[in-house]
């Protein structure tokens, strides 16, 4: 495969994503390995973008408010990500979970990829975007075999600090 630069790759991984909750929403079985695999595709970009693409954007001079709406934008996601990790397609709210997450998500890449956006910032950046895509690949195929081998971890947030939510007692 032909090494893509920054943007292309996360494109490619918006599509993927986009493509796994229409299945996930089409599907009758194996909605767990479905939402598994979204889970970990979404923990893995979350997880590039906030260590290498994200940093060299702002450091390029990338608008910070929009740039800390991302980060929130992830950690909203990934709130919504340990749920579906910690639950089945069998809980109540599961299928319900997987949808506001989609939302989430679409929201979350029109944004990024929208004219003014993040992506047009790394562009009017002059950012190395083959030099980012190469470290973004690197990072990407590093964390896919860890996780493959020791399974996925629990999603880290990096703008939310609230203690966790009581939940009300079922009646």
């Not at 599509?15 to 079985?29: H, P, Q």
């Not at 923990?43 to 980060?71: K, L, Q, T």
């Given at each position: ?22 299945k ?5 079985g ?26 060299a954007?702002r450091?390029?001079?990338?608008d ?26 069998d ?8 949808k506001v ?21 790394a ?8 030099s ?18 020791q ?21």
């Amino acid at each position: 495969m032909p090494a893509q630069d920054a943007i292309g790759l996360l494109k490619a991984d918006h599509r993927k994503v986009e493509e796994l909750f229409e299945k996930y929403e089409s599907a009758r079985g194996r909605k767990a390995d479905i939402a598994k695999q979204i889970c970990m595709e979404l923990i893995i970009h979350s997880m590039i973008e906030e260590e290498i693409f994200y940093p060299a954007c702002r450091d390029a001079g990338a608008d910070s408010d929009m740039m800390d709406e991302a980060n929130v934008e992830h950690d909203g996601a990934k709130t919504l990500i340990a749920e579906l990790e910690n639950g089945s397609p069998d809980d109540e709210f599961y299928d319900a979970k997987v949808k506001v997450l989609s939302e989430e998500i679409k929201h979350h890449i029109k944004e990024e990829e929208k004219r003014g956006g993040i992506f047009t910032a790394a562009r009017q950046g002059e950012l190395d975007l083959d030099s980012l895509g190469e470290k973004l690949m690197a990072r990407k195929q590093e964390l896919k075999t860890q996780f493959e081998q020791q399974g996925l971890p629990t999603p880290v947030t990096l703008t939310m600090t609230a203690p966790p939510l009581e939940q009300r007692a079922s009646a």
